[in-house]
């Protein structure tokens, strides 16, 4: 209970230094962003971070979010390392906890390939595993407090304006990029196995043959761009909703704990759920990409 005051004064104190909820909303959803400095801003045509929002967006396409790169590739690490440790002590006798933990996701991942991929393709479920773990790991981050990770930042740095957000899955680029992954896998796996003429043939003749090829290209080729934006935006919206309640929540200070706790304990249900949503997605649509019509 003392951490949860001590978290709640954090909170109200750093809300305190903006004018407006709105400024420390505002705020705490900006990027530190890497980039070439713009023409009419200081360091003008030097490389450097932003110092402001109005400069991150000016950096244009070649700028980075440094803090969204650093935590996707942190949650990635803990992924990596977490079944690497349990691989190399695995026993056939009675297995710990962690094990028993990895086991349970193994054969999860392994259930839903079974019943939603009816190709021949051994790459599915260890891309369906890594897929949900590490989308998992970075939708988790959410439940750090709004407040910890950014003043920790801005303490190390020395600026108490710095921007730096944790949760990679709030940054579209992150799950933009994920589900332009899956599109490219879409259109390799469809083209290897029916080849260019029958993956081209399925927007031309379907659904209602060759006597329709315009008619069937207006229905089938957006339908096909859409996957991609829709996977992304999905997982984007829903994380992307629960930080901005969590920040205004965060306002209310000592008083936010009658909301803060249904909430996160809603969430707690939100994070799994999203990260298996975008893995079903990802087998649902290799799996049409190997089928034939």
């Avoid at 790459?123 to 750090?144: G, K, S, Y």
């Avoid at 935006?233 to 306002?251: P, T």
Wanted: net charge negative; hydrophobic share 50%; aromatic share 14%.
């Amino acid at each position: 209970m003392a951490e949860q005051v001590e978290h709640a004064e954090g909170a109200a104190e750093s809300a305190s230094q903006y004018a407006t909820g709105g400024e420390y909303v505002s705020h705490h959803l900006g990027f530190l962003t890497y980039g070439k400095h713009p023409e009419g801003y200081e360091h003008a045509g030097e490389w450097g971070l932003a110092h402001s929002e109005e400069e991150a967006l000016d950096m244009g396409f070649w700028s980075i979010h440094v803090d969204t790169m650093a935590f996707s590739l942190l949650t990635g690490l803990i992924f990596l390392a977490l079944f690497m440790a349990v691989s190399r002590k695995v026993t056939s006798g009675v297995p710990g906890g962690l094990q028993n933990f990895v086991e349970l996701l193994v054969e999860m991942v392994q259930s839903s390939v079974k019943t939603t991929f009816q190709g021949d393709n051994p790459f599915i479920a260890p891309l369906a595993l890594t897929t949900f773990c590490w989308i998992f790991l970075m939708n988790l981050l959410d439940l750090v407090p709004v407040d910890l990770i950014p003043l920790t930042a801005q303490g190390l740095a020395g600026d108490s304006h710095l921007f730096f957000k944790a949760v990679p899955t709030t940054d579209v680029n992150i799950t933009l990029g994920m589900s332009l992954s899956v599109f490219l896998l879409m259109i390799f796996y469809s083209i290897k196995v029916k080849g260019i003429g029958g993956f081209l043939g399925e927007f031309a003749f379907q659904p209602f043959g060759k006597w329709a090829v315009p008619l069937n290209l207006v229905m089938e080729v957006p339908a096909f761009l859409a996957k991609p934006v829709s996977l992304a935006l999905r997982l984007f919206g829903n994380l992307f909703a629960g930080e901005v309640v969590f920040l205004i929540i965060g306002l209310l200070g000592f008083w936010q704990f009658p909301l803060h706790v249904p909430w996160a304990i809603f969430h707690i249900l939100v994070i799994p759920l999203q990260a298996y949503l975008f893995m079903m997605l990802t087998i649902v649509y290799l799996n049409q990409a190997h089928q034939h019509h």
